[in-house]
């Protein structure tokens, strides 16, 4: 197993979140948790909602098999970026002058005075979406040369542009803020394409999809991409259920109190950092790895990286699961509350993460176990099982929220979560499941954990004496 690679794309993604902590930090002292704050993450949160999607997913996990296999890589690479981006400049150009219709889609509770004040940010905040997607592409072949540094980094570039924009703008009015968060999103999004173009250069990736363009030949790759988009679309949906199921909590949180979209959105920012930092940095580093042994036929050595991956996140994943339940409240009076954020606020956020961190070991585990179906091509299995995942929690999210508010649909997604990671393991392979548990290591785990959160209690009991 790469741990090398791995802890260096671990320590890029954590300063990256480091970052974004910062940025939430500042954010939560000048919106707090109130309509402006609201309106902001509504328009943000689309672009940022595909960002996870084909960052951290369905557009890798589709075209790094289909570009490993392809005969003619400059041309294949080339044709399947200029389909993406077309598309996605033409969609911006249609929210651009039609932001309206897509606000209303996003916060179906929200009145009409409200979705107008929404809809300029909504407008603006979506080109981070043609940006982020050359990002992704680019930040995709580097991962073929099995480089991950940068793109782990570039994430910071995004906060420290907002940070920037909080810094100037703290002490304006809460709309000067809310435009000046949506600009310094777009300038962020350019910094990260220019870092990529640079270390592209410096790999002489260049020359492969300026070679592309130069000798395109359609005819060629015609079946190659027929073939990728007979997997992308299953692929969207296999990779997405986190990110769709905390869409929907967003849009049925608009039916609740105000602040709803805010706690949920501050409580999902801690939740990501273990698992982006532990669950997707492997994944990110493994799947290259994985794909490239499947396709010489070599299972033995793809599965070797699955028990030793296992062992490594089930120990890492098991521990920031009970800090981020045990902790929770010093966590989020240490990070939020200050500034415009009240310590009632406080209080809605603890309960909101406590509920998003029973669903943290399920979902980075699926993380890990999905990587062999995208890699042996069985993208429309990993659909299948990420709809059964999704129907439960969406289900459960219009149950919970009835009796529980944010925190239940917070919960709701945690469920959604085990069943995805049950039902990806038996797609995987029941038996191989229990062949990598049936180790000293279980037990191991489980004294650990015991040990570790008795600690917890302790601390926390300490943190809270301070706190109170």
Same mark, same amino acid.
């Given at each position: 197993? %790469?741990?090398?690679?791995?802890?260096?794309?671990?320590f890029g993604i954590l300063f990256s979140r480091i970052t974004g902590l910062i940025r939430d930090v500042l954010m939560a002292s000048a919106l707090g948790a109130s309509l402006w704050s609201d309106m902001f993450f509504i328009a943000f949160k689309l672009p940022?909602?595909?960002?996870?999607?084909?960052?951290?997913?369905?557009?890798?996990?589709?075209?790094?098999?289909?570009?490993?296999?392809?005969?003619?890589?400059?041309v294949f690479a080339t044709a399947i970026f200029l389909r993406f981006l077309l598309f996605l400049m033409l969609s911006s150009l249609v929210i651009t002058f039609f932001p309206e219709p897509i606000t209303k889609l996003m916060a179906w509770g929200w009145g009409?005075?409200?979705?107008?004040?929404?809809?300029?940010?909504?407008?603006?905040?979506?080109?981070? +979406?043609?940006?982020?997607?050359?990002?992704?592409?680019?930040?995709?072949? +580097?991962?073929?040369?099995?480089?991950?540094?940068?793109?782990?980094?570039?994430?910071?570039?995004?906060?420290?542009?907002?940070?920037?924009?909080?810094?100037?703008?703290?002490?304006?009015?809460?709309?000067?803020? !809310?435009?000046?968060?949506?600009?310094?999103?777009?300038?962020?999004?350019?910094?990260?394409?220019?870092?990529?173009?640079?270390? =592209?250069?410096?790999?002489? +990736?260049?020359?492969?999809?300026?070679?592309?363009?130069?000798?395109?030949?359609?005819?060629?790759?015609?079946?190659?991409?027929?073939?990728?988009?007979?997997?992308?679309?299953?692929?969207?949906?296999?990779?997405?259920?986190?990110?769709?199921?905390?869409?929907?909590?967003?849009?049925?949180?608009?039916?609740?109190?105000?602040?709803?979209?805010?706690?949920?959105?501050?409580?999902?920012?801690?939740?990501?950092?273990?698992? !982006?930092?532990?669950?997707?940095?492997?994944?990110?580093?493994?799947?290259?790895?994985?794909?490239? !042994?499947?396709?010489?036929?070599?299972?033995?050595? !793809?599965?070797?990286?699955?028990?030793?991956?296992?062992?490594?996140?089930?120990?890492?994943?098991?521990?920031?699961? =009970?800090?981020?339940?045990?902790?929770?409240?010093?966590?989020?009076?240490?990070?939020?509350? %200050?500034?415009?954020?009240?310590?009632?606020m406080s209080t809605q956020t603890v309960y909101v993460l406590q509920m998003y961190m029973i669903g943290l070991l399920p979902f980075g585990l699926a993380k890990l176990f999905s990587l062999f179906l995208y890699a042996s091509h069985r993208h429309l299995r990993?659909?299948?099982?990420?709809?059964?995942?999704?129907?439960?929690?969406?289900?459960?999210?219009?149950?919970?929220?009835?009796?529980?508010?944010?925190?239940?649909?917070?919960?709701?997604?945690?469920?959604?979560?085990?069943?995805?990671?049950?039902?990806?393991?038996?797609?995987?392979?029941?038996?191989?499941?229990?062949?990598?548990?049936?180790?000293?290591?279980?037990?191991? =785990?489980?004294?650990?954990?015991?040990?570790?959160?008795?600690?917890?209690?302790?601390?926390?009991?300490?943190?809270?004496?301070?706190?109170?």
């Amino acid at each position: 197993m %790469r741990l090398k690679s791995i802890f260096t794309n671990s320590f890029g993604i954590l300063f990256s979140r480091i970052t974004g902590l910062i940025r939430d930090v500042l954010m939560a002292s000048a919106l707090g948790a109130s309509l402006w704050s609201d309106m902001f993450f509504i328009a943000f949160k689309l672009p940022n909602f595909f960002r996870r999607i084909f960052a951290e997913g369905a557009f890798t996990q589709t075209f790094m098999p289909s570009f490993v296999a392809s005969r003619h890589k400059g041309v294949f690479a080339t044709a399947i970026f200029l389909r993406f981006l077309l598309f996605l400049m033409l969609s911006s150009l249609v929210i651009t002058f039609f932001p309206e219709p897509i606000t209303k889609l996003m916060a179906w509770g929200w009145g009409e005075e409200r979705i107008a004040l929404t809809a300029p940010l909504t407008a603006i905040n979506f080109w981070y +979406l043609d940006l982020i997607f050359i990002v992704t592409f680019l930040a995709t072949l +580097l991962q073929y040369k099995e480089h991950f540094a940068t793109t782990a980094m570039a994430t910071a570039l995004l906060n420290i542009s907002m940070i920037t924009a909080l810094y100037l703008y703290m002490k304006e009015d809460p709309k000067s803020v !809310a435009y000046a968060l949506s600009y310094a999103v777009i300038i962020g999004g350019v910094l990260q394409v220019i870092v990529h173009l640079m270390t =592209l250069h410096n790999f002489k +990736l260049d020359r492969l999809l300026i070679g592309g363009w130069k000798y395109r030949k359609e005819k060629a790759i015609e079946e190659e991409k027929k073939h990728f988009t007979s997997l992308f679309l299953p692929s969207i949906m296999g990779n997405s259920v986190p990110q769709i199921s905390s869409f929907l909590d967003t849009l049925l949180a608009t039916f609740l109190m105000t602040g709803s979209i805010s706690y949920l959105f501050y409580a999902n920012r801690v939740f990501q950092l273990p698992l !982006a930092l532990i669950a997707i940095a492997t994944a990110t580093v493994l799947f290259p790895a994985v794909s490239k !042994a499947l396709k010489n036929g070599n299972e033995t050595k !793809a599965y070797e990286n699955l028990n030793q991956a296992f062992w490594l996140l089930a120990f890492l994943l098991g521990f920031a699961t =009970l800090g981020g339940i045990i902790l929770a409240e010093p966590i989020v009076w240490l990070l939020f509350e %200050r500034g415009n954020f009240t310590s009632t606020m406080s209080t809605q956020t603890v309960y909101v993460l406590q509920m998003y961190m029973i669903g943290l070991l399920p979902f980075g585990l699926a993380k890990l176990f999905s990587l062999f179906l995208y890699a042996s091509h069985r993208h429309l299995r990993a659909a299948k099982i990420a709809i059964y995942s999704l129907i439960t929690s969406v289900s459960a999210s219009l149950v919970l929220m009835q009796f529980m508010g944010a925190a239940g649909l917070a919960l709701a997604g945690s469920i959604g979560g085990w069943i995805l990671f049950v039902f990806t393991v038996k797609e995987v392979g029941t038996a191989r499941f229990m062949t990598i548990i049936k180790s000293k290591k279980l037990a191991y =785990l489980v004294l650990t954990l015991s040990l570790f959160s008795i600690i917890l209690f302790y601390i926390n009991n300490l943190l809270l004496n301070y706190i109170r």
